[in-house]
T-cell receptor, first 114, second 114 residues
């Protein structure tokens, strides 16, 4: 089955700097790659996603890049703010009719230092 | 628009007991997925329900079972509880079967097994 590895497990950056989180996946059939943010005591919330027919996607301060050949994708957060502190998860899936399932990475705890 | 709601938020059980967790999907969503999140880990897919039928299952034993009702709400049942079942159980809803993978998570039910 699919295996998703995520690095680093913890990341501390100064407010205003950029943060990068990287993930690799094993199944070349995977074609959907979402990123979730989980704050303490809450469920994961989708922040951005990318499909395998796109190499890069950006939404304000957040961007995701995908390298299908190398089977890795990355989350980039620019101009970090204290409210960006949370645990971030990457995930991968190969949606087909009848089985929508996400395989998650192990998470990155991002701390923004004021 | 009402989001995904789960109950109870916290509960404590002892080994061998049975537990039922409940989930109300987001308005307009007809698919419910359940995930188990152990402490410090990413969520793991348990199963998905669509039109009241199981529609995909992860690597979980048969003592994990579920139901979906005509109003799209859902239950997760776990029999013969084991210590390793202690985790945050997340329900996520989405629209359409085998769709775009965009899941909306509830805040979870934290189960402690003693």
């Amino acid at each position: 089955g699919e295996n998703v590895e995520q690095h680093p497990s913890t990341l501390s950056v100064q407010e205003g700097d950029s943060a990068v989180i990287k993930c690799t996946y094993s199944d070349s059939a995977s074609n959907y790659f979402p990123w979730y943010k989980q704050e303490l005591g809450k469920g994961p919330q989708l922040i951005i996603d990318i499909r395998s027919n796109v190499g890069e996607k950006k939404d304000q301060r957040i961007a995701v890049t995908l390298n299908k050949t190398a089977k890795h994708f990355s989350l980039h957060i620019t101009e970090t703010q204290p409210e960006d502190s949370a645990v971030y998860f990457c995930a991968a899936s190969k949606p087909n009719f009848g089985n929508e399932k996400l395989t998650f990475g192990t998470g990155t705890r991002l701390t923004i230092i004021p | 628009e009402t989001g995904v709601t789960q109950s109870p938020t916290h509960l404590i059980k002892t080994r061998g007991q049975q537990v039922t967790l409940r989930c109300s999907s987001q308005s307009g969503h007809n698919t419910v997925s359940w995930y188990q999140q152990a402490l410090g880990q990413g969520p793991q897919f348990i199963f998905q329900y669509y039109r009241e039928e199981e529609n995909g299952r992860g690597n979980f034993p048969p003592r994990f079972s579920g139901l979906q009702f005509p109003n799209y709400s859902s239950e997760l049942n776990v029999n013969a509880l084991e210590l390793d079942d202690s985790a945050l159980y997340l329900c996520a809803s989405s629209s359409g079967q085998g769709g775009d993978g965009e899941l909306f998570f509830g805040e979870g039910s934290r189960l402690t097994v003693l």
